[in-house]
């Protein structure tokens, strides 16, 4: 429960007097645990497995994925108690139900959680907006800012070199811990000559969505190269950095990518860095002192 961004910081004793007013709820994979408009009394928090967020039902890309310690059912506290979209299992999972009732005695009598709380709307609401800009930038092709990578969808280099300080000082500033993480695939290049362009490019949408279902909401991946990414890990420290680089390489090591011609590419061998921002990092420093890391993996 400590680990969850709602009760990050907050009393043990809140929280031991919370845990005896709730649930444990398990879901198979796909069961629809909430909808749009329907009546939701309640706060679940993931125990195990992995949720996905989605406006419409047969959306091929979900709007957000929840991992463990992540939480759903917080904005229909705030919304008449009613789901403002399909929250589906992407795998068999173990939540913690909440009732809203309980959730707000919670809220009133911490403020630590009542600040997360705010900070995790505000995250939400940052994570819908990178999705509606991606969508609006894609409708509106070559004329729209180049910020988005044509491939995998995803932020490219030119985002994340303009919007790296402002989320490192948003953190350093509240005293919050951040990290950065470079990614590399190290056989690209195989991939590439044996496969070509179509080959290539399937294999870096793989690995996007392969990052997308191991990282939170609020986490920010982006494609610098064509054989490189980079995430951004919000409220992070070195432990669980690392935590989420080892789920990243247990999630590729499983990926089994097919190009559309039916062709099976051969496994991605990925290597991984960690580096910790400094209140006065610019892209390029901080590049430049996770590179060692990445080299050394």
């Known amino acids: 429960m400590q680990e969850s961004p709602l009760f990050q910081k907050v009393k043990e004793s809140t929280l031991v007097t ?7 709820v398990r879901l198979a994979a796909e069961h629809i645990l909430l909808t749009p408009k329907q009546r939701n009394d309640r706060i679940y928090v993931v125990l195990s497995g992995r949720l996905r967020a989605q406006l419409n039902m047969d959306d091929a890309k979900p709007l ?22 399909y929250v589906i299992a992407t795998t068999d999972c173990e939540l913690l139900a909440i009732e809203h ?3 707000w005695s919670v809220l009133n009598r911490s403020l630590q959680a009542s600040h997360n709380m705010l900070a995790l ?3 939400r609401i ?3 907006n990178r999705t509606l800009a991606g969508w609006r930038e894609s ?7 180049n ?11 030119r985002w994340l070199s303009e919007n790296i300080g402002r989320m490192i000082l948003r953190h350093t500033r509240n005293q919050q811990p951040c990290a950065f993480i470079l990614l590399k695939v190290d056989n690209f ?6 496969f070509g362009k179509l080959g290539s490019e399937q294999a870096q949408r793989s690995i996007v969505e392969a990052l997308q279902r191991c990282l939170r909401p609020n986490d920010v991946e982006v494609h610098i190269d064509a054989d490189q990414f980079a995430i951004f890990l919000p409220q992070t420290g070195k432990d669980s950095a690392r935590a989420v680089a080892d789920r990243l390489l247990e999630e590729i090591d499983r990926m089994v990518i097919g190009t559309s011609s039916g062709d099976a590419l051969p496994p991605v061998a990925l290597s991984i860095g960690i580096g910790l921002p400094q209140p006065d990092d610019t892209l390029a420093s901080l590049i430049a002192r996770t590179l060692p890391a990445l080299r050394r993996a």
Request: with cysteine; glycine share 12%; aromatic share 6%.
């Open 18 to 24: 919370l845990l005896a007013n709730t649930n444990r």
């Open 64 to 85: 957000a994925l929840f991992g463990i310690g992540e939480c759903v059912g917080e904005m229909s506290m705030f919304d008449d108690n009613q789901g403002s979209a």
């Open 101 to 103: 009732v309980e959730a």
């Open 121 to 123: 709307l505000s995250n």
């Open 126 to 128: 940052r994570s819908t």
């Open 139 to 145: 409708a509106q092709g070559d004329g729209a800012l």
């Open 147 to 157: 910020y988005v990578d044509a491939v995998t969808g995803v932020y490219n280099l």
């Open 189 to 194: 290049s195989q991939i590439d000559a044996g």
